[in-house]
């Protein structure tokens, strides 16, 4: 349980599942992503049977996560970030279940999202995900060392950083050789910005603590605090240990820098 | 041939356009120097606590620290008032970040406001003690709920 609230908190899951702005209740959904593909709105994930997850299998729940479909069978939007999701461990995906599992049903109907044409078409999402669906889990990289691929790990799946940093193509998938070069089209609008170790457009001037202070408290190297959709994310990765932040930098900083957009 | 008082009707109407526009022209102008106003104030935050910072982790120069908390006080008192109505980032693109929420949710802007206002002046308390470790605390507090609260609700980096 206490591994599962871990993951919830890396993950963030309560950005997309809960309307904070709305003061929506937890995890009961309703809350708006504005994407250039239309505006998604976070389902009800609270364990309530008739509107939630409640009437989910355990099995259904990895589904989601590691393929990106739902309990009917149905491909999802990768506006749900399977894409990254799929790279957690089978382990991983039972301890969030189970806390989910645990948390308080909330009856809340799921809005329907408003996706532009023609993407609206959901068969649509076969041939995106043959063009850009790599199923995981992530195998551990044997040529770095076990924190470098725990930072990796909760970069890549679990906080899912490149969902919102890296630059994407027309189709909306992620451009993986540009790898957290930053999105100026980011959800909502928002500018992601570029976090390769660029010298000139990344963080490539700062230190690792420069970056396990941002995760931990917002406050970035010239004492500015982090706004808007980074800010949810530090309320996340603030639960992390300082170890996990650690190892999330030391990934970062060993990343291809990339002068980007 | 226009009627004297047509013609004065006229050329009334005429200086009241002028006038008008001046008047709104100024009016821009006054609302552009608020938002350079404020981002100045901004700026001036990100310093002082540079200096505060450089205190709490190094224990050198406690008067300069004190010195600094006294002018985020200070600024804290002032913030509330820098907000007037149509200098949001919709209004001014590319120039102002404040979101325009900020004007939708006055009541919860000026109470993460006050949130600063507290923080700040618990911060001083400790500096003027030259009680690093409480400083410490006081620093991480004013980060998390004061400048964070605020620009993860009501701040939109589009610049």
Redesign the interface.
């Given at each position: 349980m206490k591994r599962g609230a871990y993951l919830f908190a890396a993950a963030d899951c309560a950005s997309c599942h809960t309307d904070v702005k709305n003061n929506g209740k937890p995890l009961a959904g309703g809350r708006a992503l504005a994407t250039p593909f239309g505006t998604f709105y976070g389902p009800n994930i609270s364990p309530d049977p008739k509107t939630g997850i409640g009437d989910w299998t355990e099995a259904q729940f990895h589904r989601a996560l590691r393929e990106g479909i739902n309990e009917h069978g149905r491909y999802m939007y990768p506006v749900f970030p399977f894409t990254s999701f799929t790279g957690m461990s089978d382990a991983d995906i039972s301890d969030l279940w189970a806390f989910l599992r645990a948390q308080a049903p909330v009856e809340q109907r799921n809005k329907r999202h408003e996706v532009s044409f023609p993407f609206n078409f959901r068969f649509g999402l076969v041939f995106w995900r043959t063009l850009f669906f790599r199923e995981g889990p992530l195998a551990p990289d044997p040529a770095h060392d076990a924190e470098w691929n725990r930072g990796r790990y909760l970069a890549d799946a679990v906080a899912h950083c490149g969902e919102c940093h890296t630059p994407r193509n027309f189709l909306g998938a992620m451009k993986t050789s540009e790898a957290y070069a930053g999105n100026p089209a980011g959800p909502d609008?928002?500018?992601a910005p570029n976090i390769t170790p660029d010298p000139a457009k990344g963080i490539g001037k700062w230190s690792l603590d420069d970056i396990e202070t941002v995760l931990k408290?917002?406050?970035l190297p010239?004492?500015?605090?982090?706004?808007?959709g980074m800010?949810?994310v530090?309320k996340g990765t603030?639960e992390l240990t300082d170890a996990d932040r650690h190892a999330i930098a030391v990934y970062l900083k060993s990343l291809k820098p990339i002068p980007g957009s | 041939m226009m009627k004297k008082s047509l013609q004065f009707g006229a050329a009334a109407a005429a200086v009241a356009v002028v006038i008008g526009m001046g008047a709104v022209a100024t009016m821009a102008e006054d609302l552009a120097a608020v938002v350079k106003e404020r981002q100045g104030l901004?700026k001036q935050?990100?310093?002082d606590?540079?200096v505060i910072?450089a205190y709490i982790d190094g224990g050198t120069d406690q008067a300069a620290a004190v010195e600094k908390a006294k002018s985020l006080t200070a600024i804290s008192a002032k913030l509330p008032e820098v907000w007037p109505a149509g200098t949001s980032s919709k209004d001014f693109p590319g120039k102002s970040?404040a979101?325009p929420d900020i004007w939708q949710d006055m009541t919860k802007f000026k109470a993460t406001l006050a949130t600063v206002k507290a923080a700040d002046e618990k911060l001083l308390e400790a500096l003027e003690k030259g009680d690093r470790a409480a400083a410490g605390a006081a620093f991480?507090d004013l980060?998390?709920n004061g400048?964070?609260?605020c620009?993860?609700?009501?701040?939109?980096?589009?610049t």
């Open positions: 609008g928002q500018k408290t917002g406050q010239d004492f500015d605090f982090v706004g808007s800010a949810e530090v603030s | 901004m935050q990100s310093d606590l540079k910072k970040n979101k991480g980060g998390k400048c964070g609260a620009h993860g609700s009501f701040r939109e980096k589009l």
